[in-house]
């Protein structure tokens, strides 16, 4: 069973508007969110992330808020460019035996219009 | 970006067949994983080290070996491929084995065993 998910495979915003990318998780021990973007022929690259006590991180254009009691977290972009078309991983990470381990989401392709 | 460098970038082989993917680091992190991206799965841990000849399984390790003989180097062995490892294969290294910091990816392996 997925401990990650994100229930949206694609989504379509307009060029200048807010993109929100959503993703659920199921195992309370995860104490550590990222999100991932990804473009064709390339590697997953960080964008942001939050720990578990806080419910809300900014960077610039990228807000990343968690909500422990729902196991929710969300990804707020604004305002979306054509650059930011990609797919978005998010990932909960978890320490097993002194590793870090990260459980990524099924993705969502975000794509920006003009 | 991060100094990773995965090779081959391509390959396609047979089913039966030895394969071997290479990560080279030039970051000299402790932590190096192996990852897979499928369609629908967003990417699965295959297998993790935490030192020179230190390696652990990780989610979907079946068929898959791997051997760390110097920090700077993490190799994948599929010891006799079969269709069902047709995939794109991604390493990933970190730093250490704190929660509150991300991984970093290579730009990926494309395998295809026919």
């Known amino acids: 069973d997925q401990q990650v998910k994100q229930n949206s495979p694609s989504l379509s915003v307009q060029e200048g508007r807010i993109s929100i990318l959503n993703c659920d998780y199921t195992?309370?021990?995860?104490?550590?969110f990222l999100w991932y973007k990804k473009y064709p022929a390339e590697g997953p690259t960080f964008l942001i992330s939050?720990?578990?006590?806080?419910d809300k991180n900014e960077d610039g254009r990228f807000t990343v808020f968690l909500n422990k009691s729902a196991k929710h977290l969300s990804l707020h972009i604004v305002p979306s460019q054509p650059g930011d078309s990609a797919v978005y991983f998010c990932?909960?990470?978890?320490?097993?035996?002194?590793?870090?381990?990260?459980?990524f989401g099924q993705g969502t392709r975000l794509t920006i219009n003009p | 970006d991060a100094g990773i460098t995965q090779s081959p970038r391509h390959k396609v082989t047979e089913t039966g067949t030895p394969v071997t993917l290479r990560c080279h680091q030039t970051?000299?992190?402790?932590?190096m994983y192996w990852y897979r991206q499928d369609p629908g799965h967003g990417l699965r841990l295959i297998h993790y080290?935490?030192?020179?000849?230190?390696?652990d399984k990780g989610e979907v390790s079946d068929g898959y070996s791997v051997s760390r003989s110097k920090t700077e180097d993490f190799l994948l062995t599929l010891e006799s491929a079969t269709s069902s490892q047709t995939s794109v294969y991604f390493c990933?290294?970190?730093?250490?084995?704190?929660?509150?910091?991300?991984?970093?990816f290579g730009d990926g392996t494309r395998l295809s065993i026919l």
């Open positions: 990932a909960a990470s978890d320490i097993i035996q002194g590793a870090q381990k990260l459980v």
């Open positions: 939050i720990s578990s006590i806080k």
């Open positions: 195992n309370s021990m995860f104490d550590y």
């Open positions: 990933a290294i970190s730093e250490g084995s704190l929660t509150n910091q991300p991984q970093h």
């Open positions: 970051e000299n992190h402790r932590y």
């Open positions: 080290s935490y030192g020179v000849k230190d390696t």
